[in-house]
């Protein structure tokens, strides 16, 4: 992780953590940047080098911010739409 650390600091982020893994994907990090463009911007480099296959971003929020936004999804109001018996697949 020596090579992504600089990458990684040069648009303001940091890496937290890094973990070998197999399955889907062979490196998992995590990492901390000061907004969603600097991550976005970290993903379109990489992924533009053509030395990397797939990256996938997952943002992440404390768990005060997600008991936040449940208690504001309540006052939604949302409502799934009615079941049309036309597109009911039998």
């Known amino acids: 992780m020596k090579k ?6 040069n648009l303001g982020g940091k890496l937290e953590r890094a973990f ?3 399955g889907d ?4 990090a995590i990492l901390y940047f000061p907004d969603d463009i600097s ?9 533009a080098g053509g030395g990397i ?3 996938k971003t ?3 929020i404390s768990w005060e911010d997600g008991v936040e936004a449940m208690k504001k999804a309540k006052k ?3 409502k799934p ?10």
């Open 39 to 47: 991550a976005a911007a970290l993903s379109i480099a990489m992924m």
């Open 76 to 78: 939604a109001a949302y």
């Open 53 to 55: 296959k797939n990256v």
């Open 20 to 22: 070998l893994g197999f």
């Open 25 to 28: 994907y062979d490196v998992v």
């Open 81 to 90: 739409p009615e079941e049309n018996p036309m597109l009911v697949r039998r």
């Open 58 to 60: 997952t943002p992440l």
């Open 4 to 9: 992504v650390s600089p990458v990684v600091e």
